[in-house]
């Protein structure tokens, strides 16, 4: 499963602060991957067992959104390939794809889109 550093407290309360920030916008029928949510939808690799999951899932208006937070990584390939992965998604089902970060980890969020060629603002909280 590609979960990328994810299950320290400091991302935990990175991740809680994403999902206030979503309900604060109106988002609903938040899903996350944390305590009190339903788990979003896992991608499983043919052949491998690998599988890919969502950091955020949630609806605005009728439109599904996915959320990614992007925290330093001591793993940036598998990031990018996640990252590439759910925009290729999301283009294929008429989702939105969106990209979380916070003070510390701008620098390394623009240079790891730069790096796969990914035209994406990522929304700082």
Do not use: C, Q
């Amino acid at each position: 499963m590609i979960t990328i550093d994810k299950d320290t407290d400091k991302n935990t309360e990175i991740l809680g602060t994403a999902i206030s920030y979503l309900e604060d916008r109106g988002f609903e029928n938040i899903k996350a991957d944390t305590d009190g949510f339903e788990s979003p939808k896992s991608y499983i690799r043919r052949g491998s067992e690998v599988s890919i999951t969502p950091d955020i899932v949630a609806e605005r208006d009728g439109e599904k959104h996915i959320f990614e937070l992007s925290l330093k990584s001591k793993k940036p390939r598998l990031l990018k390939s996640k990252w590439l992965f759910l925009d290729t998604l999301s283009g294929m089902k008429n989702f939105k794809f969106k990209i979380f970060t916070t003070r510390g980890h701008y620098k390394f969020t623009d240079e790891t889109l730069n790096s796969i060629n990914l035209n994406k603002t990522p929304v700082k909280i």
